[in-house]
């Protein structure tokens, strides 16, 4: 009697969880095709196939949507990062690792989208979608630890974050659009660009 009870409950509970991951699926798709601001509820609501008001039943906006995609962005990458910042005792091997981790995060979110896709429908990612947001925020923290920790050059440490997440960025967003998707080429520039400059950089004061 019992387990009959709990079958409906059971039915709902895996509809919504269904539900759910398919407005968020459609939305990183989306995001990244289209960039996160030009692109519209409307848009994400369109790929999934379902009613509108069902998506307003599970997010209020696509601002929502974009913070759920984000969380589970850092939630997948941050085992990654702490485990490398065990495995790499030195800054440089940390910098390195991490931008290998990095890109090839970034890589296998777009072959993930792409095999969705029509084989004949090329796609490109236009500017930055949750999960790169999410890994950023990680990489800038592990960097701040590794000044704090002395793993690091006691430079400005913002600035430094900084400069290390835009060449991320913006090596990111030229791999994804290129073919072959090149990671240890973004990952061998990356890291060079940012170890040479670690050099010029002038000392925070102490």
Known sequence: MSQVALLPVGKRAQTKVQNRTAILDA???????????????????RRTGLAAGTFYNYFKSKEEVFAAL?????RRFAPILKALRTENADFESFV????????????????????RRPAEEHLHVHGQTPEMEAVFNEVRAAILDEIARGGAPAADADYLAGACIAIAREVGDQMVSRRPVDVEGATAFS????LSGLKGLPRAAG
């Open 27 to 45: 939305a990183r798709e989306v995001f990244g095709e289209m960039g996160y601001e030009p692109c519209t509820v409307r848009d994400i609501i």
């Open 70 to 74: 984000a969380d589970d962005g850092a």
């Open 96 to 115: 390195r690792a991490a931008l290998m981790a990095y890109f090839q995060f970034l890589a296998d979110e777009h072959q993930n989208w792409a095999e």
């Open 191 to 194: 890291t060079a660009m940012i």
